[in-house]
């Protein structure tokens, strides 16, 4: 398949394609990337396609497949890696190598031994899609142990199944932002609805709709409270009321809230008795009526989440007498006892009324992606079929250093014990747990305990300098691809813009070399290739839109054309609208078949610190806490600069830098007592570790919490102190732990640190040029 061209002047040639932060056309002049446009139907294209440029031809590209050299002297289990220097080798010799030691580990230790790692970001295409590919290969292979939930929303997306029996408020669809305008009037926002995370969309977006739709809803009267920490998570233009709640909170003042709509007589019975199951046991615990007879009042909460009790009491009552929508980021469940907030969100939601009523209820994506709310037809998405594990095996995907660490034991999850293998071979592709995992010091010392770790990658990103065998693979402009996402309306074609940089290659291809080494190339072909591929997609994807009654074109149409736009439904979306109107007639996936406030399911696990209905439960690490050596809490949020760890080589992750070191934000308060000034370089610091950061001082953010975006690739460095991130990497200081052990979420959002002025000498940031080489042997 030749891809289409269009030849501008001389040798300038424009091609379509996309990111998950944008539809764009890649400006190609002479073999190289120079220039990314917006897609031209993109309302409000956002700054981040500018990079592009940056990533394809970056020095920290892997220019050819490389070896640990220590790995081929014998130096394996038991090594810490990232110190040694790698070995330049040809693409027969690492294939070879690969394939021995897959074959080897599924013989003597079992299929389970092997951990697929990816995290499925790589890129939006569909075809090239990384983890689809490794899976693929793995599976096809006999097996091999899974990660399954995710670190944006793990602990939810656990949780609401039980709840609500769907994660459809979590992932989309969600009531569309038409019905919120037109029928909300109050719009109670826990972690706001920050601009950035608006600018991405799993599988690429040509229509980034969320800033003009939230300004529709202020031209419509809808009154905005933003309830979190940062007050800049709600946008100016929203002028959104902030409630500076202590992070940690969150559950103290929403089942506050419900105390005092309860206690005014307000709440909706007639909802709680049709459509809810358990609403007594939640009430007899929120009213001190059970348990711990302790009565959930606004001034009960105040000590707990430092709101005024004359707020919480204000809020609840305002949105008993408004239609008022319910919201949370996925933020907000990614802390200890993380699943708490979100089910008693769920229970006031309950109790105004709202839950499929047309502009109302609840949802938890409003502002933590494009394309929550966007108006759609529930169609199709291009996607390469799943493939079967085998093996069977799986952890939550925060819980890899615990898989690691912890051979032979029992991993509490989701009301089952799981056995966890003994990891002898990880295989990761297309992601960086460097950027996603908590206490990178301890994961870098987990992964010491494996035998083996290839990676598949285009950048010497964190985890590729952990490798043993590095295998260079294309960025999504040296491929074609189609990009495609249930959460937006249209569908792009990826044209390969340059050729692959120096002997880097497809995914696929890499692992079809491997397979064939193993004995199965034809069954993970199928004998196509890119382009047959593509067309097999399309089809698939095409002949499922016509049984829904929407027609696409044909492939060679859509190829040239570059992208197909589908129709805005003319009906607005509600969520649960038809279970609200009759629960008999459309139940719930709940073994109730209605909301469960309270989950005898859930209830019947038998899991500390987990009862049956929502409560709250202090966390480990916050404010209210033991502040004398680590007085701060940290936020770690997701960067406006990058996708997770995604363009921090490229020149808008670069200008956001102070001094190279990724920005730390704090109060003037915080600030002043410490000596502080904007632009300082300072140690951020817990007992798990320490990184370097540059001051920013801001008054958005509340007393008491600072705030560093993830992403900064992981750069450490040994001093007096123990290992310094000397870029500024915050996963150094999160502390890994589940959420619960009913979610085994990420707890990243529960974290205290103490902060003080840098006075050595600035060390130099090395991550982003290639390590160092050795000779060919």
């Given at each position: 398949?030749?891809?289409?061209?269009?030849?501008?002047?001389?040798?300038?040639?424009?091609?379509?394609?996309?990111?998950?932060?944008?539809?764009?056309?890649?400006?190609?002049?002479?073999?190289?990337?120079?220039?990314?446009?917006?897609?031209?139907?993109?309302?409000?294209?956002?700054?981040?396609?500018?990079?592009?440029?940056?990533?394809?031809?970056?020095?920290?590209?892997?220019?050819?497949?490389?070896?640990?050299?220590?790995?081929?002297?014998?130096?394996?289990?038991?090594?810490?890696?990232?110190?040694?220097?790698?070995?330049?080798?040809?693409?027969?010799?690492?294939?070879?190598?690969?394939?021995?030691?897959?074959?080897?580990?599924?013989?003597?230790?079992?299929?389970?031994?092997?951990?697929?790692?990816?995290?499925?970001?790589?890129?939006?295409?569909?075809?090239?899609?990384?983890?689809?590919?490794?899976?693929?290969?793995?599976?096809?292979?006999?097996?091999?142990?899974?990660?399954?939930?995710?670190?944006?929303?793990?602990?939810?997306?656990?949780?609401?199944?039980?709840?609500?029996?769907?994660?459809?408020?979590?992932?989309?669809?969600?009531?569309?932002?038409?019905?919120?305008?037109?029928?909300?009037?109050?719009?109670?926002?826990?972690?706001?609805?920050?601009?950035?995370?608006?600018?991405?969309?799993?599988?690429?977006?040509?229509?980034?709709?969320?800033?003009?739709?939230?300004?529709?809803?202020?031209?419509?009267?809808?009154?905005?409270?933003?309830?979190?920490?940062?007050?800049?998570?709600?946008?100016?233009?929203?002028?959104?009321?902030?409630?500076?709640?202590?992070?940690?909170?969150?559950?103290?003042?929403?089942?506050?809230?419900?105390?005092?709509?309860?206690?005014?007589?307000?709440?909706?019975?007639?909802?709680?008795?049709?459509?809810?199951?358990?609403?007594?046991?939640?009430?007899?615990?929120?009213?001190?009526?059970?348990?711990?007879?302790?009565?959930?009042?606004?001034?009960?909460?105040?000590?707990?989440?430092?709101?005024?009790?004359?707020?919480?009491?204000?809020?609840?009552?305002?949105?008993?007498?408004?239609?008022?929508?319910?919201?949370?980021?996925?933020?907000?469940?990614?802390?200890?006892?993380?699943?708490?907030?979100?089910?008693?969100?769920?229970?006031?939601?309950?109790?105004?009324?709202?839950?499929?009523?047309?502009?109302?209820?609840?949802?938890?994506?409003?502002?933590?992606?494009?394309?929550?709310?966007?108006?759609?037809?529930?169609?199709?998405?291009?996607?390469?079929?799943?493939?079967?594990?085998?093996?069977?095996?799986?952890i939550p995907v925060a819980r890899v250093t615990e898989l690691l660490e912890r051979p032979g034991e029992v991993l509490r999850y989701n009301g089952r014990d799981i056995l966890l293998p003994d990891t002898?071979?990880?295989?990761?592709?297309?992601?960086?747990?460097?950027?996603?995992?908590?206490?990178?010091?301890?994961?870098?010392?987990?992964?010491?305990?494996?035998?083996?770790?290839?990676?598949?990658?285009?950048?010497?990103?964190?985890?590729?300098?952990?490798?043993?065998?590095?295998?260079?693979?294309?960025?999504?402009?040296?491929?074609?691809?189609?990009?495609?996402?249930?959460?937006?309306?249209?569908?792009?074609a990826m044209h390969q813009a340059v050729p692959p940089q120096g002997m880097a290659r497809n995914d696929h291809d890499i692992f079809a070399d491997i397979a064939d080494a193993l004995g199965y190339r034809?069954?993970?072909?199928?004998?196509?290739?890119?382009?047959?591929?593509?067309?097999?997609?399309?089809?698939r994807f095409r002949r499922a839109c016509a049984a829904l009654g929407e027609e696409v074109p044909e492939f060679d149409r859509f190829w040239a054309e570059g992208h197909i736009e589908f129709a805005r439904?003319?009906?607005?979306?509600?969520?649960?609208?038809?279970?609200?109107?009759?629960?008999?007639?459309?139940?719930?996936?709940?073994?109730?078949?209605?909301?469960?406030?309270?989950?005898?399911?859930?209830?019947?696990?038998?899991?500390?610190?987990?009862?049956?209905?929502?409560?709250?439960?202090?966390?480990?690490?916050?404010?209210?806490?033991?502040?004398?050596?680590?007085?701060?809490?940290?936020?770690?949020?997701?960067?406006?600069?990058?996708?997770?760890?995604?363009?921090?080589?490229?020149?808008?992750?670069?200008?956001?830098?102070?001094?190279?070191?990724?920005?730390?934000?704090?109060?003037?308060?915080?600030?002043?007592?410490?000596?502080?000034?904007?632009?300082?370089?300072?140690?951020?610091?817990?007992?798990?570790?320490?990184?370097?950061?540059?001051?920013?001082?801001?008054?958005?953010?509340?007393?008491?919490?600072?705030?560093?975006?993830?992403?900064?690739?992981?750069?450490?460095?040994?001093?007096?102190?123990?290992?310094?991130?000397?870029?500024?990497?915050?996963?150094?200081?999160?502390?890994?732990?589940?959420?619960?052990?009913?979610?085994?979420?990420?707890?990243?959002?529960?974290?205290?640190?103490?902060?003080?002025?840098?006075?050595?000498?600035?060390?130099?940031?090395?991550?982003?040029?290639?390590?160092?080489?050795?000779?060919?042997?």
């Open positions: 398949m030749r891809p289409g061209r269009r030849i501008l002047a001389g040798m300038t040639e424009i091609k379509p394609h996309a990111a998950h932060w944008g539809y764009f056309d890649a400006v190609v002049e002479n073999g190289r990337v120079v220039a990314a446009r917006p897609f031209g139907r993109d309302p409000f294209p956002g700054t981040l396609i500018e990079g592009m440029p940056d990533l394809v031809h970056a020095p920290c590209r892997i220019d050819r497949p490389y070896i640990r050299e220590g790995w081929l002297a014998g130096r394996r289990q038991g090594v810490q890696r990232g110190q040694d220097r790698f070995v330049p080798a040809s693409w027969d010799q690492v294939t070879r190598l690969v394939a021995e030691e897959v074959a080897r580990v599924r013989a003597e230790h079992g299929h389970a031994s092997i951990l697929g790692g990816s995290y499925g970001w790589a890129s939006a295409g569909r075809f090239h899609h990384a983890r689809s590919q490794l899976q693929r290969f793995l599976g096809l292979g006999g097996g091999y142990t899974a990660q399954v939930t995710n670190y944006s929303y793990g602990a939810g997306m656990t949780l609401m199944p039980h709840i609500l029996g769907t994660n459809d408020p979590v992932t989309g669809p969600a009531t569309d932002w038409r019905s919120i305008v037109k029928h909300a009037r109050l719009m109670l926002c826990f972690g706001g609805l920050p601009l950035k995370n608006g600018l991405v969309t799993a599988g690429g977006g040509g229509a980034h709709e969320y800033v003009p739709m939230m300004k529709a809803a202020v031209e419509a009267g809808l009154r905005f409270v933003n309830i979190g920490p940062d007050r800049g998570a709600a946008a100016d233009f929203l002028g959104a009321e902030w409630v500076p709640i202590r992070p940690g909170g969150d559950a103290a003042m929403v089942l506050a809230m419900i105390h005092a709509i309860v206690a005014a007589g307000l709440e909706d019975r007639d909802f709680l008795a049709r459509c809810t199951e358990g609403w007594e046991k939640l009430r007899a615990y929120v009213m001190g009526e059970a348990e711990d007879g302790v009565a959930k009042t606004p001034e009960w909460a105040e000590p707990l989440c430092e709101i005024p009790a004359a707020t919480i009491r204000a809020l609840a009552l305002e949105a008993a007498a408004k239609p008022t929508m319910v919201t949370a980021t996925w933020s907000v469940q990614r802390a200890e006892h993380g699943e708490q907030p979100w089910w008693a969100l769920v229970g006031l939601a309950s109790v105004l009324g709202g839950i499929g009523k047309p502009g109302l209820g609840i949802a938890f994506g409003y502002g933590s992606i494009n394309g929550m709310g966007t108006s759609r037809r529930e169609l199709p998405s291009v996607s390469l079929p799943a493939t079967r594990n085998p093996a069977g095996a799986f002898r071979l990880v295989f990761w592709s297309g992601g960086n747990p460097f950027h996603h995992h908590q206490d990178l010091n301890r994961l870098s010392r987990a992964l010491a305990r494996t035998e083996t770790i290839v990676v598949s990658e285009p950048w010497w990103t964190a985890i590729a300098r952990q490798a043993d065998i590095v295998l260079p693979a294309t960025t999504t402009l040296e491929r074609n691809d189609i990009a495609s996402s249930s959460r937006d309306r249209f569908v792009r034809e069954r993970f072909t199928e004998q196509r290739d890119e382009g047959a591929w593509l067309r097999h997609l399309y089809d439904p003319e009906q607005d979306f509600v969520s649960f609208e038809d279970f609200a109107r009759d629960p008999q007639a459309a139940p719930l996936a709940t073994p109730s078949g209605k909301v469960e406030l309270y989950s005898e399911t859930i209830a019947g696990f038998g899991d500390e610190g987990v009862p049956g209905h929502p409560v709250w439960k202090a966390p480990r690490e916050w404010l209210g806490g033991d502040l004398s050596r680590h007085p701060l809490h940290l936020l770690s949020d997701q960067p406006a600069t990058r996708l997770h760890g995604q363009l921090d080589p490229a020149r808008v992750a670069r200008a956001s830098k102070i001094q190279g070191r990724e920005p730390i934000r704090m109060n003037p308060a915080d600030a002043a007592a410490r000596g502080l000034a904007g632009g300082d370089i300072v140690r951020v610091f817990n007992d798990r570790g320490a990184c370097l950061a540059g001051v920013v001082v801001t008054e958005n953010l509340r007393p008491g919490v600072v705030a560093m975006s993830t992403g900064a690739w992981w750069d450490p460095q040994e001093t007096e102190a123990g290992p310094l991130c000397v870029h500024g990497n915050p996963n150094v200081l999160t502390q890994d732990v589940g959420t619960s052990p009913l979610g085994q979420g990420c707890a990243a959002q529960s974290c205290l640190v103490q902060v003080e002025a840098w006075r050595g000498p600035l060390p130099e940031v090395r991550v982003h040029r290639p390590p160092e080489i050795a000779e060919a042997g």
